[in-house]
């Protein structure tokens, strides 16, 4: 028998990705489905008997009826409808064991596929808590499946889960716990039959697609589920004949499977006495939401976040610093003079490198991440942020996408399928790049760096200067937001509904994989991309040569220098030169390049044989053709400000296009970023002059 599939579902907030996490460790691969950006999570773990398992870490939904993109993308890979991705053999169904009649409704569609299932109470802890005790036996033998309890931050349970699921006897559903209404019977029995006899789908899932449809064709239909010809007019024939009753049949199959909930809850489920007082989590958030209290709280987070970023790093990042210029210094030592070692030397080991040191930096950021949405904070600054997004006319589930594109645009574009108003979808996407993602971090730090040495500063400085790129940055999104709401995608924003989880102890391995999925994309970026634009780049300032040249003329000279040129007229006035501009023309790659670019370009005018000269001193050290320092700190700030409002990232582009389906929004975002940049700093630059700054 070849490898089982099971898929993983449940709720959002049910702690499915956690248990994913736990099953599969390192043993898994992140991407997207082919033909829409929704991640695609793929793992394995072995069976008690040694046999390899495969995982699928689905999109987490309340329904089966989708209503956005990646619920469609769950719904059609459990009803096999996807030739990308094989239907699972078999599911595991993660449920809230705090929220068991909520999270029954998806669990009792997810049954009625027909496919062997387990059930998982997931967050036990929380029940207990609640004082919810439930008949784990009981239920079991109501739902015709196994039940496992579980907590999947802590480990319990899992051994247990994967008895289960090393069963080679797991069967569908022994039974259904809920009942059809009679008089919507006839209709389900007609268009599953229909729809078995097309031989597209089995008895079981033929029934499942039957009552999907008969929930909501509109719905089905938008989101290109194609079904038997012959079963639509099946489909309308009985809407007809119970519209003319009288009749509300998606309100009566609604209601079928949540009273069937209900008295299944009442069955298994003993509450003890309510808590005298309120819960850890009514506490918390009595402070966490307060409006006073809330935004303390959220400033603070922000604050200890960058803290963190500039002192914990500093050691790692001094190591690597060391380690780059160490291995440079041996590259030079142990070759030949020449092309190919000024290359890797100069070219590669000073390009990569120089984007390699901030690795720790990018590390810290998304442990906070990890921990924000692991304890379940990051829906309470959802919470926090919503009266504030209402009144840019932005929809409150607009919020989730723009924080996410904190860590990356991309992701956080990607996130914006989950809003179903079209214009506040758009909106979204042409907002989410101006906030600060972590690929400018690396800019920012080394600006930084170079506009406030460690000796004379205290850290609080550098703090500051970063927390107000992130400042201005969400500042701009929500007025360029609600001046497109406003013109070209007028609409009213509509109310937000949004679940609070309840706080949890977050798991640290959980934290950890996401740390290391994300550090394994950024050294991808730095071998693949970065690797590519450091050698091309180097050859650019290395070629034509200029026989008898200074390093300094043969840069100029170059082939970089001369497309710097060309550009510095429209920078100038900026406070730019032809080196910065090579550099803001390659980061349109990636903005992190800007750095390995810098690298290359400066580390050609050292003339040491043992070691590159530290970037951050070598910008301190650049000069014009005059003497006058390049790099002064109006003309670093003036960078940083040009880096929070520019479009400098071909990905985030290639991502908008497929998500709006049109080169008009990127090509129209593209322009107003890049025009909104240059004034905005031509702006700074000329403000920062009257004021005495250099």
Known sequence: ????????????????????NALTGLRQKVGNYPGVTVEKKVGECFSQHG????????????????????????????????????????IVCIVDAANLERNLYFASQILDLGLPAIVVLNMMDA???????????????????????????????????????????????????????????????????????????????????ALLLLGDRETLAAAGLVFAPEALPIVERWERHWRAAGKDWRGALVAARYGAARALVREVVQRSK?????????????????????????????????????????????????????????????LPAGDFRDLLADGIIAGVGGILVFLPQILILFFFIGLLEQTGYMARAAFMMDRLMSRVGLDG???????????????????????????????TILVAPLMT???????????????????????????????AMFVLGTGAAFLFARLFKRTVLRGAAPLMILELPPFRVPSLRSVGLHML??????????GTVILAISIVLWAMTNFPRLPGATPAEQVAHSYAGQLGHVIEPAIRPLGFDWQIGVGLVTSFAAREVFVSSMAVIFNADDTREDAAVPLRDALRAARWPDGRPLFTPLVCFT????????????????????????????????????????????????????????
Not at 66 to 80: I, K
Not at 145 to 153: E, H
Not at 446 to 462: D, F, G, H, S
Not at 667 to 678: E, R
Request: aromatic share 8%.
């Open 51 to 90: 046999k390899r398992m495969r995982l699928i870490d689905l999109p987490g939904a309340y329904s089966l009826s989708a209503r956005s993109p990646d619920e469609a993308v769950l719904r059609d890979v459990l009803l096999g409808r996807r030739t990308d991705t094989p239907r699972p053999d078999r």
């Open 127 to 209: 029940a207990v808590q609640a004082g919810v005790k439930i008949d784990v036996p009981a239920l079991s033998r109501r739902l015709g499946v196994p039940v496992i309890p579980c907590q999947a931050n802590t480990g319990a349970g899992l051994l247990e889960l994967r008895v289960a699921m090393s069963r080679s006897d797991l069967a569908p559903p022994a039974r259904v716990f809920w009942q059809l209404p009679g008089d919507l019977a006839p209709a389900v029995d007609e268009l599953a039959a229909t729809l078995h006899r097309s031989g597209r789908s089995n008895a079981a899932t033929a029934r499942a697609e």
């Open 397 to 427: 589930k607009s919020f989730i996408p723009l924080l996410s594109s904190y860590a990356c645009a991309i992701p956080g574009i990607m996130a914006t399928r989950t809003i179903e108003s079209r214009r506040d979808r758009l909106a």
């Open 437 to 467: 993602c972590s690929a400018r971090l690396p800019v920012y730090l080394l600006l930084i760096a170079a506009l406030v040495p460690n000796q004379r500063v205290p850290v609080w400085t550098k703090v500051g200067l970063m927390l």
């Open 517 to 526: 999925e994300r550090a394994s994309l950024f050294l991808r970026k730095a």
């Open 274 to 334: 309510a808590p005298a007082g309120p819960s850890t989590t009514d506490r918390v958030d009595a402070v966490v939401v307060h409006p006073v209290w809330g935004w303390v709280t959220l400033g603070a987070v922000m604050a200890a976040m960058f803290l963190s970023i500039f002192t914990l790093a500093e050691y790692p990042m001094g190591w690597i610093d060391s380690g780059v210029a160490w291995l440079a210094g041996a590259a030079r030592t142990a």
């Open 639 to 694: 960078l940083m400000v040009f880096y929070v409002f520019a479009l400098q990232c071909v990905s985030t582009i290639a991502v908008v296009r497929r998500e709006t389906g049109s080169w008009r929004w990127p090509a129209f975002q593209l322009a107003y970023m890049t025009a909104t940049a240059w004034l905005v700093c031509f702006a700074v630059r000329h403000l920062g002059l009257a004021l005495g700054f250099q």
């Open 1 to 20: 028998m070849a490898e089982p599939v099971f898929a993983l579902v449940g709720n959002p907030n049910c702690g499915k990705t956690t248990l994913f």
